[in-house]
């Protein structure tokens, strides 16, 4: 392999986290801080969070906007981070956006953390249920831990969790 950023080569998206592992205040304002260097058109910074941690409001309002399926085991992330975009073009700010919240990820791996993002959740019950204004567009929950048990998970989980990971090679991902 290419010599690549331990960093970057180490991240991964779990689905088993530690069900009693705490998110410190530190380690929170180090992902938040993170995400808020990320690069953006003109500066613009349009990204805006709700941090929830485990088991406190935004948590909970968080934790249920998603499917069953991933409620069965983001709800042992230490936290839940959504991150929404605002302003103009709203392909410029969601793609600004996606730059702040690699940049987490790759903040939560630096912390010895693991982040999974999830895109599939009820963006109209949130924004309802944490009345954000309409200019406010939630685009990705994010679970953020450290690893647990993957075989605590279920069965089709488990397999999944356990599996060896698997890219693309650069030559598939070029345009011809």
């Given at each position: 392999?290419?010599?690549?950023t331990?960093?970057?080569a180490?991240?991964w998206?779990?689905?088993?986290?530690?069900?009693d592992a705490?998110?410190?205040?530190?380690?929170?304002?180090?992902?938040?801080?993170?995400?808020?260097w990320?690069?953006?058109?003109?500066?613009?910074?349009?990204?805006r969070?709700?941090?929830?941690?485990?088991?406190?409001?935004?948590?909970?309002r968080l934790?249920?906007?998603?499917?069953?399926?991933?409620?069965?085991?983001?709800?042992?992330?230490?936290?839940?981070?959504?991150g929404?975009?605002?302003?103009g073009?709203?392909?410029?700010?969601?793609?600004?956006?996606?730059?702040?919240?690699?940049?987490?990820?790759?903040q939560?791996?630096?912390?010895?953390?693991?982040?999974?993002?999830?895109?599939?959740?009820?963006?109209a019950?949130?924004?309802?249920d944490?009345?954000?204004?309409?200019?406010?567009?939630?685009?990705?929950?994010?679970?953020?831990?450290?690893?647990?048990?993957?075989?605590?998970?279920?069965e089709?989980?488990?397999?999944?969790e356990?599996?060896?990971?698997?890219?693309?090679?650069?030559?598939?991902?070029l345009?011809r």
């Open positions: 392999m290419v010599d690549l331990p960093l970057l180490f991240r998206s779990p689905r088993a986290f530690d069900p705490e998110l410190t205040g530190d380690e929170a304002a180090s992902l938040l801080e993170a995400a808020r990320a690069p953006s058109a003109g500066n613009a910074q349009p990204w969070f709700a941090l929830g941690h485990r088991h406190d409001e935004t948590w909970k934790l249920v906007s998603l499917p069953d399926h991933d409620q069965r085991w983001a709800r042992h992330a230490c936290a839940l981070v959504l929404a975009h605002t302003g073009d709203p392909e410029r700010t969601g793609y600004d956006l996606g730059q702040a919240m690699a940049h987490l990820t790759v939560a791996t630096a912390l010895g953390l693991h982040a999974h993002q999830l895109t599939g959740f009820d963006r019950a949130l924004c309802a944490l009345d954000l204004p309409p200019e406010v567009r939630p685009l990705v929950v994010t679970a953020i831990g450290r690893l647990g048990d993957p075989f605590a998970l279920p089709q989980l488990r397999r999944r356990t599996a060896l990971r698997r890219r693309q090679p650069v030559p598939a991902l345009l």
